[in-house]
Nanobody
Framework: QVQLVESGGGLVQAGGSLRLSCAAS????????MAWFRQAPGKEREFVAR????????YYADSVKGRFTISRDKRKNTVALQMNSLKPEDTAVYYC??????????????????WGQGTQVTVSS
């Protein structure tokens, strides 16, 4: 089993920045990839960014490309999401996710085996 705990959410004005962090614990030997998703009220959970277990090959949704940066610290078993130039439409609960590689893919929620509890990000206009 793996436990994921997110932190760093909050309220920020449009154009501002936030940094989310996710710490993984438990059976973390087989981390194939880690990712961030988000879910706004009344909408489906959507892919935001992904990075390989080794901390390479970042991949972003078009809606955040150029504004968000995903990074991974293997020693600390953490993944971070630096969010700049935030927009009101970025408002959502952000979830950290981990894939063991059992199911291949990148953006589908089905690829990821473990999820954090979520952290709220609110961007005011």
């Amino acid at each position: 089993q793996v436990q994921l705990v997110e932190s760093g959410g909050g309220l920020v004005q449009a154009g501002g920045s936030l940094r989310l962090s996710c710490a993984a614990s438990g059976d973390t030997v087989n981390i194939y990839a880690m990712a961030w998703f988000r879910q706004a009220p009344g909408k489906e959970r959507e892919f935001v960014a992904r990075i390989s277990g080794s901390g390479t090959l970042p991949y972003y949704a078009d809606s955040v490309k150029g504004r968000f940066t995903i990074s991974r610290d293997k020693r600390k078993n953490t993944v971070a999401l630096q969010m700049n130039s935030l927009k009101p439409e970025d408002t959502a609960v952000y979830y950290c996710a981990l894939s063991t590689g059992h199911i291949t893919g990148t953006v589908s929620v089905k690829v990821y085996d473990y999820w954090g509890q979520g952290t709220q990000v609110t961007v005011s206009s």
